[in-house]
T-cell receptor, first 113, second 113 residues
Framework: DAGVIQSPRHEVTEMGQEVTLRCKPISGHNSLFWYRQTMMRGLELLIY????????DSGMPEDRFSAKMPNASFSTLKIQPSEPRDSAVYFC???????????FGSGTQLSVL | GESVGLHLPTLSVQEGDNSIINCAYSNSASDYFIWYKQESGKGPQFIID?????DKRQGQRVTVLLNKTVKHLSLQIAATQPGDSAVYFC????????????FGTGTRLTVIP
């Protein structure tokens, strides 16, 4: 299995631009998570899906952030408009079932100038 | 929510020595604990997990100890190698909360050759 696949690996954009991060979870996993990692705040859960349905989005910073999971093999995290404070590493993770260990992707390093 | 915290932000050990990384948690309802290793530029990688009905679990060169009385978790790495240099996170979840893991702030382990 290729593991959780994220793209792009690096994204550099200017303030105000739209950013779309992509994730392909491990085949057969029912839960998908988006995390953000910064030096100041560590790993923060943004949103999680179970069977493609958003369950908890309380970690999404504000309305500029949105996430979708149109099918079991694909999810996107969108930031519109992006701001410099959104600069961070964004990780996608999946798990086989609820309360199971997460498998993380390699992350997307986002820099908003 | 309640948080997970680490006692030591950094740890340096000589190659070949044993390493012990500690983690305190505050949620008495937590029943599942995981240790992750994160190398530079990569996503967190699962190392070992333990459920609250156990107090010790061993893997290859790693042992996790759980003391529910004092809400303490530790990761022991035997014969530490340079490849063990990374940031180590503990994470916890409970059956009553949302389906996500609460991550500690991490401990950076540096192995001195």
């Amino acid at each position: 299995d290729a593991g959780v696949i994220q793209s792009p690996r690096h994204e550099v954009t200017e303030m105000g631009q739209e950013v779309t991060l992509r994730c392909k979870p491990i085949s057969g996993h029912n839960s998908l998570f988006w995390y953000r990692q910064t030096m100041m705040r560590g790993l923060e859960l943004l949103i999680y899906f179970n069977n493609n349905v958003p369950i908890d989005d309380s970690g999404m910073p504000e309305d500029r952030f949105s996430a979708k999971m149109p099918n079991a093999s694909f999810s996107t995290l969108k930031i519109q408009p992006s701001e410099p404070r959104d600069s961070a590493v964004y990780f996608c993770a999946s798990s086989l079932r609820r309360k199971e260990k997460l498998f993380f992707g390699s992350g997307t390093q986002l820099s908003v100038l | 929510g309640e948080s997970v915290g680490l006692h030591l932000p950094t740890l340096s050990v000589q190659e070949g020595d044993n390493s012990i990384i500690n983690c305190a948690y505050s949620n008495s309802a937590s029943d599942y604990f995981i240790w992750y290793k994160q190398e530079s530029g990569k996503g967190p990688q699962f190392i070992i997990d333990i459920r609250s009905n156990m107090d010790k679990r061993q893997g290859q060169r790693v042992t996790v100890l759980l003391n529910k009385t004092v809400k303490h978790l530790s990761l022991q790495i035997a014969a530490t190698q340079p490849g063990d240099s990374a940031v180590y996170f503990c994470a916890e979840s409970d059956q009553t909360g949302a389906n996500n893991l609460f991550f500690g702030t991490g401990t950076r382990l540096t192995v001195i050759p």
